[in-house]
């Protein structure tokens, strides 16, 4: 490993379980969902896998806060939803997403992968290596993400906001919610070596 996030690329993608057991309980609020927003990828990448810090073909890592972005997917009775899949896609530390629409495309950091896949493992728990996303004009630092239960089922679209940041009093979509629905997706973040760790749980409706 050659440089300081080589702790947090080391870590592997999936935790010992005291880390994410939650007690279950039924009555936990349903995650708002969110407006897709026009960056969703137009083409999938070839490497979409859940580690957005290494592209399969380039020889260096993500430009950025590495961050490790974990949680625990729930269905409606509170049982963690083994198998769920996971889609994220962000901008980059400059603020760049992969599709033709945005206008600095030529200048995006081809060592981040903008799109990744996950599954849950057994108990619902996710997990993803990738960057705390760079911010672009009129909106504040997001990450956007999909989920759905294994073998179909409906789809939460939804968008997972960062403590702490300036842009979160301002921006128009994260306002339009009340405070307690915004608060559900606010992450919970956390320093940890060569990095961050930001949790984030789904209770899908
Ligand atoms: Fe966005």
Redesign the pocket.
């Known amino acids: 490993m050659k440089n300081t996030r080589a702790a947090l690329l080391r870590r592997p993608l999936l935790f010992a379980p005291a880390l994410l057991v939650l007690p279950a309980h039924a009555q936990a609020p349903r995650t708002p969902a969110q407006m897709e927003?026009p960056?969703y990828p137009q083409a999938i990448p070839a490497d979409a896998d859940a580690d957005l810090l290494q592209v399969a073909g380039q020889p260096r890592p993500a430009r950025g806060i590495p961050l490790l972005l974990t949680g625990l997917v729930r269905g409606p009775d509170g049982a963690g939803l083994a198998g769920a899949r996971i889609e994220i896609w962000?901008?980059d530390a400059q603020g760049i997403?992969l599709h033709p629409r945005d206008a600095r495309l030529d200048q995006r950091d081809a060592g981040f992968q903008g799109y990744g896949r996950a599954v849950a493992d057994g108990a619902g728990r996710y997990a993803f290596r990738t960057i705390r996303p760079g911010l672009?004009p009129g909106?504040t630092p997001?990450i956007?993400l999909r989920a759905q239960p294994a073998g179909g089922g409906a789809a939460l679209t939804t968008?997972i906001y960062f403590p702490g940041e300036p842009r979160n009093e301002t921006d128009g979509l994260l306002r339009s919610m009340p405070p307690a629905a915004r608060a559900l997706l606010i992450a919970r973040v956390s320093a940890v070596d060569g990095g961050q760790r930001a949790e984030f749980d789904l209770f899908l409706a």
């Open positions: 927003g960056y962000q901008a997403y672009y909106r997001h956007h968008q």
